[in-house]
C-alpha cells in the first residue's frame, strides 16, 4: 500500500507503479532508513510529542527489523514502493499504532535526504580507505626502486632520466588529493536535512539539533528548501570520483604500456591477467584494460547528476529519485576497481634491467649535457644548440652521447673536456636533480616519509 492513498479512489496502474518505484535500488539504504527513523522517533518523545510507550514499541520493532533484515529473515518486498514504505509498513504490521505515529512531523522528502547523506556518508569512508592502502602500496614500491633508472617521456617521447620510485609517487601525489577531495565532499555533505518535513518544516515543536547530534551531523541544513532539494553532496561525490578514475584511468594506460614487449618494464602477476582464445603467447593486461574503461561509467553518472538536477524548481521534484542509481553506481565501480588495481599492484614485479636499457637510449641526458656547457660560461641557449647538433651527430653515426669520442665534441665546441662524460652519466644525471620534488633518490626517499605521514 502505498503511503499517500488517502487522496486517490483508483488502485495505481501497474505499470505506473513499476516505473515509479525505487525499491530496487534504494533498498540498500534501509540501515540508514532504521538509524534515522529511531533517532525521530526518540526526539519525538523528548519533546513529548509521541509516548515514550510508543518509542519503546517503535525502537524494538525497528532494531528487530533490521536484525532480520541481515540475517535474511525478512526479505524486502519488491513490490513495495520505496525502502521507506516498507520499513514503515512492517513496522505498523508488527505494532500497530504506534508505528503509525512515526511519521509524524517528517516528510519521505526529508526522510531519504537523510538517508542518502548517511549512506554516502558510510561509501566516502569506505573509498577513502581503499585509497589509504593502494598509496601504501605505492610508497613501498616507490621506496624500493628509489634508484632504480628509467627514461621520463613527454608526448610519449623519451625526455630526460627519472627514476621508476619517483614516476609511482607522481600517483600518490594525485591520490592524496582525491583523499581531500572526497573528505572535503564529506565536511560539506554532513549536515541533517531531517526535520525540514516536505519544504516548509512543521508546526511541531521539534528539536532538529537533537537528531542531528543523534545521527552523527555537525549541524543542520539552515534552509527547509534547500534541505530537501540538495544534491549538490551528490554531484560533488560523483565529481571526486570521477577525478579519482582518472588517475586510476591514467595509471592503467601506463601499466597497459609497460607490460607490453615494446617497453616490458613491468610484469604483472598471472592472477591479474588474461590469456587469448586462440593466441597461446598472448598475457593481456585485462584488469588495467577494464579499470580504463569502467571510468566513462563513472563520468557517465556525473553528467546524469548534473543533467537531471540543471532545471529542477524548489523544492523536491520526482526526477531527484534518479540521484541514488547514479551515485550508487558511481561508488560501486570505483570500489570494484580499487578492489582489484590494488593487489595487482602490489604483486606486480619491475624490470631494472630493461628500464636502464631504455634510458641508454634517447638521447635523455641531452640537457645535462646542455647544462655542462652552461657550467663552461656558455649561455643557455648557445649550448642548446650544440647538444642539438651533437646528437644529429650521434644520429648519423649510429651511436649515442655517451659513446661519442671527445675528438667528435670537440669538432662542435673547443670547451668540451673528460668531464663531459660524468656529465651525462645517467646515474649522475638522476643523482644530480635534487632540486625540491626530483628524481633524485635522496629526494625520492624523502617524498616516501612526506606521503606516508600525509596518508595516516
Known sequence: ?????????????????????????????????????????????????????????????????????????????????????????????????????????????DQVALDIRLYLRDEVDSVYEMLTELIGVITDKAEKYASCVMPGYTHMQRAQPITFGHHLLAYAE???????????????????????????????????????????????????????????????????????????????????????????????????????????????????????????????????????????????????????????DAFDTVKMCLKTFIPMLDTMTALPENMRKAAAGGFINATDCADYLVGKGIPFRDAYKTTGELVALCIDKGTTLEDLPLEDYKNICTEFDEGVYDAINLDNCVNNRTSLGGPAPENVLKQVERVKELNK
Not at 570521477?242 to 601499466?255: D, N
Not at 609497460?258 to 590469456?275: M, Y
Open 1 to 109: 500500500m502505498q503511503l499517500w492513498n488517502g487522496r486517490f479512489k483508483k488502485e495505481l496502474d501497474e505499470k505506473t507503479n513499476d516505473f515509479n518505484s525505487s525499491i530496487s535500488f534504494d533498498s540498500r539504504m534501509y540501515k540508514q532508513d532504521i538509524d534515522g527513523s529511531i533517532a525521530h522517533a526518540s526526539m519525538l518523545a523528548a519533546q513529548g510529542i509521541i509516548s515514550a510507550e510508543d518509542l519503546s514499541e517503535i525502537v524494538k520493532g525497528l532494531n528487530e527489523i533490521k536484525t532480520e533484515i541481515e540475517n535474511g529473515q525478512l526479505l524486502i518486498d519488491p513490490n513495495t514502493e520505496d525502502i521507506h514504505t516498507f520499513v514503515e509498513g512492517e513496522l505498523t504490521k508488527r505494532i500497530g499504532a504506534a508505528g503509525k505515529r512515526l511519521h509524524t512531523a517528517r516528510s519521505r522528502n
Open 174 to 328: 594525485m591520490l592524496l588529493r582525491d583523499k581531500q577531495r572526497l573528505a572535503d565532499a564529506k565536511s560539506r555533505m554532513n549536515c541533517s536535512p531531517l526535520g525540514c518535513c516536505a519544504l516548509a518544516g512543521t508546526t511541531y515543536d521539534t528539536d532538529r539539533e537533537m537528531t542531528a547530534k543523534a545521527l552523527g551531523f555537525d549541524g543542520v541544513c539552515q534552509n527547509s528548501l534547500d534541505g530537501v532539494s540538495d544534491r549538490d553532496f551528490c554531484i560533488e561525490l560523483a565529481s571526486a570520483l570521477s577525478i579519482i578514475m582518472v588517475h586510476l584511468s591514467r595509471f592503467s594506460e601506463e601499466i597497459i604500456l609497460w607490460c607490453s614487449w615494446e617497453f616490458k618494464f613491468i610484469e604483472l602477476d598471472d592472477a591479474f591477467s588474461t590469456g587469448s582464445s586462440i593466441m597461446p603467447q598472448k598475457k593481456n593486461p585485462d584488469i588495467t584494460e577494464l579499470v580504463r574503461g569502467k571510468s566513462g561509467r563513472v563520468f557517465g553518472d556525473l553528467t546524469a547528476l548534473l543533467t537531471m538536477m540543471k532545471g529542477l524548481p524548489l523544492a523536491y521534484n520526482k526526477d531527484m529519485q534518479e540521484d541514488k542509481e547514479a551515485i550508487f
